[in-house]
């Protein structure tokens, strides 16, 4: 891909099932970079992932009060850019924004940007399509621990289908008919949240989720083969 990105990482990726970081994983992402040009404009966003859940779920118990528990998700996801800064070395700029002012400066030098959370009540997703709208993008992917959207949750139903595409509509439908009281909770973010929805839908920006469990299909995509498997969103 050239011009501005913007990659969503979900802190799922970065861990194994044993909840230990698979550095495996985080070096070939980095490492799909390599082409990257200095006029590019790359922002990757963290989420926090199951160690991320884990202080969450540690402070709920102690606190019901979801906006404490939300920066504890961000301080998380910060902690995951900075370990994608790390694995890119110099590619990468050496400090994680932690806001768009922040971003405005870190643009300056044409470096790869690594970032985590903004602010309580906002997923990283709603973060990575307010940067896309932020900084203008081309193209705006999430990757995920699925191949894209479905119309159910394919990790509790084998009939599952992959919806290959979406207006803005049909993903409002689709977030409604699945969303649960928890939606909003720390940590309980869905691919989609009806936060992110807005920002999309007013920002028109294209959006492509694919699977980061397979990096195959997003290397295909950075080379600009866009006959991947995923989800498109669009107008």
Known sequence: MKGKCVIKIGGSILFNENKELDLKKIKEFCDIFENALDSDTVVVICGGGIIAREYINAVRSIDENEAVCDTFGIELSRINAKLIISF??????????????????????????????????????????EVAEFINVDQLVILTDVEGIYDKDPKKYENAKLIPKLSYRDLQDLILSTSGDKQASAGEYRIFDTVSLQLLKRSKIEAHIMSGIDLDQFRKFWNGDKNVIGTRIAN
């Open 88 to 129: 890119l070395k110099e590619k990468a700029y050496p400090l994680v924004p932690k806001s768009v002012e922040e971003l405005s400066h870190a643009m300056l030098f044409k470096k790869i940007i690594a970032m985590g959370g903004l602010q309580p009540g906002q997923s990283t997703t709603s973060v990575a399509v």
